[in-house]
């Protein structure tokens, strides 16, 4: 079956320290991955995405990500958390041709502590 | 401009009421998405169509129906209101397989 797993339910980071969010997916095709934050009381905001290539993909707002096959994860890092991180961090798998249908993992909520 | 918008943002309205949510998005891509996000904010995927035909459909009630009038508008009419609809429903927009651009949402209460 096709799912995303965000094992951190509630991160707390102090301000300035490195963040790693952990995303691992299962699929039974090629996926397409996803990083989404979504700030309080707003849509969704795509960070980054990875479709093929380099397994080390930068996006926005300094944040990265690396794609690895053999432990099926995307995991999402910033070296230097700032005070408007704070917010819901959701990963997504996809890729059917067909649909481009997405599966979210639970989202990870990140507290920055001043 | 606002490539994906919804209206309204806030709905508020009782049980057994009928009521709609617009969409419209201003990228030109040729899909767009209805997910409703629930109380612990875990989003899932309703409906979706690609250049006006519907190619997806989740479990979702036939109380809900989606209708898109043209490739940049996807509307969501909701029958007969329940307390279980209340939710943030989301529109989604983008060029299949690759990624999504979403709407502000529309956070419908149910009382």
């Known amino acids: 079956a096709q799912s995303v797993t965000q094992p951190d339910i509630h991160i707390t980071v102090s301000e300035g320290a490195s963040l790693e969010l952990r995303c691992n997916y299962s699929?039974?095709?090629?996926?397409?991955l996803f990083w989404y934050v979504q700030s309080p009381g707003q849509g969704l905001q795509l960070l980054l995405k990875?479709?093929?290539?380099?397994?080390l993909v930068q996006g926005i707002k300094g944040f990265e990500a690396e794609f690895k096959r053999s432990q099926s994860s995307f995991n999402l890092r910033k070296p230097s958390v700032h005070w408007s991180d704070a917010a819901e961090y959701f990963c997504?798998?996809?890729?059917?041709?067909?649909?481009?249908?997405?599966?979210f993992g639970q989202g990870t909520t990140l507290q920055v502590k001043p | 401009d606002t490539a994906v918008s919804q209206t309204p943002k806030y709905l508020v309205t009782q049980m057994g009421n009928d009521k709609s949510i617009k969409c419209e998005q201003n990228?030109?891509?040729?899909?767009m998405y209805w997910y409703k996000q629930d109380s612990k904010k875990f989003l899932k995927i309703m409906f979706s169509?690609?250049?006006?035909?519907?190619?997806i459909n989740e479990t979702v009630p036939n109380r809900f129906s989606p209708k898109s009038p043209d490739k940049a508008h996807l509307n969501l009419h909701i029958n007969s209101l329940e307390l279980g609809d209340s939710a943030v429903y989301f529109c989604?927009?983008?060029?299949?397989?690759?990624?999504?651009?979403f709407g502000p949402g529309t956070r419908l209460t149910v009382t």
């Open positions: 997504a798998v996809g890729g059917s041709s067909n649909t481009g249908k997405l599966i």
């Open positions: 699929y039974g095709a090629t996926p397409y």
């Open positions: 990875y479709f093929s290539g380099d397994t």
């Open positions: 990228l030109g891509h040729d899909t």
């Open positions: 169509y690609n250049n006006k035909e519907l190619i």
């Open positions: 989604a927009c983008g060029q299949i397989p690759y990624e999504q651009y």
